[in-house]
């Protein structure tokens, strides 16, 4: 055994325990249901994909695995157990403020499991990481929960002390600022669009409407005490990489890219505006049929304008990864 591993194993052996749980934040539960959470995703079994490709991505970018790794916020484990299945280094933390997701996501791996890594769960909320040790973790990993974190500037800070030289905070899904507010726009064309086509929009249809683009205004804002709302931020790759530089991480941001593109069959998933436009208002917003069928018949040439400005390149960034690199 290494210094390092012991140095993390005293530390673990260290923490406060809670009904089974390593503690290190006071437990909360998510603002949904989270044992609905898979199935409004359509998920119905562990997926080894994300995790591999965030690996990949580690290996291709020469990131040094050979510490403990750090997942935060692991909602059901849909990054989880890729990561668990793949990822080099001794040992991984698993964590969320959430004790129903924590036992969700431990519940995916039986007995025959194949990772290497050792699994350690933990209740932890992002917005407590000051009492982690410096230089700890090798790699701090994360999917679609930056956006939930209060003060992402401490959070991105304290990643940088508690990491070790070479090695990397690398977050996917996160929502681009200037994506979503393309998407707003978009969206808030409907009613005219349907208008002019002689369709009369419903009540339940201007409802959801209106939950998505005030769910924009509210993210993009930075006016408001967001204490207790779930999802508060969204960000700019080029604030995000001002921010990592003034702690020593250096980001590589990878527009449109999700964890799964760098895994087999290495094809990315985002195709194109409208694609990811409709995917997500039927899918993440829940627009019902009959309004996305109108969606789909009468706004066509806003969304082919756009997919036609990015032929040849990736674009627009509605989400991404990105990849902090640690200083030597
Ligand atoms: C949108 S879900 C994503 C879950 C999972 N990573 C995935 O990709 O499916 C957001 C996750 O962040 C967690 N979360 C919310 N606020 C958090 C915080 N302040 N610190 C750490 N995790 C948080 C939630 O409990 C939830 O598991």
Redesign the pocket.
């Known amino acids: 055994m290494n210094t390092s591993s012991a140095n993390f194993d005293q530390w673990i052996a260290g923490l406060k325990k809670w009904h089974g749980w390593l503690q290190l934040s006071a437990e909360r539960a ?1 603002m949904h249901a989270e044992e609905e959470y898979n199935s409004h995703y359509g998920v119905n079994a562990p997926d080894p994909a994300e995790g591999e490709g965030l690996c990949n991505l580690l290996k291709t970018h020469a990131v040094d695995t050979s510490g403990p790794a750090l997942e ?5 484990g ?2 989880t157990y890729g990561t668990a299945l793949h990822y080099p280094g001794p040992d991984l933390l698993i964590t ?3 004790p129903a ?1 924590l036992q969700i996501t431990r519940e995916q791996f039986d007995a025959n499991f194949a990772g290497r890594a050792r699994r350690h769960f933990a209740i ?4 407590d990481l000051g009492q982690l040790p410096d230089r700890m973790f090798s790699v701090i990993s ?4 930056l956006h ?3 003060r992402y500037e401490d959070f991105i800070a304290d990643t940088a002390r508690c990491l070790r030289p070479n090695g990397a905070l690398i977050m996917g ?1 996160e929502p681009c600022e200037a994506g979503y507010l393309l998407m707003a726009a978009v969206a808030q064309s409907i009613p005219n669009a349907l208008k002019a086509a002689g369709v009369e929009m419903q009540p339940a249809w201007t409802a959801k409407l209106t939950e998505f683009t005030d769910t924009v205004q509210y993210c993009c804002n930075r006016d408001i005490d967001k204490t207790y709302a ?1 999802d508060k931020h969204f960000f700019s790759p080029h604030e995000l990489s001002d921010l990592g530089a003034k702690h020593g991480l250096d980001l590589k941001f990878l527009p449109t890219a999700q964890f799964r593109d760098f895994a087999p069959p290495y094809i990315p998933g985002f195709h194109c505006f409208s694609r990811f436009f409709l995917i997500y208002m039927e899918f993440c917003m829940r627009f019902e049929p009959a309004f996305m069928e109108q969606i789909r018949r009468h706004l066509m040439p806003q969304l082919k304008f756009i997919d036609d400005c990015h032929r040849v390149h990736a674009g627009p960034a509605i989400t991404g990864v990105f990849l902090f690199r640690k200083e030597s």
Do not use: K, Q, V, W
């Open positions: 998510y935060i916020g692991c909602g059901t849909f990054l969320d403020p959430s997701f932890l909320n992002a917005d994360m999917r679609s929960t939930h974190i209060l899904a779930e």
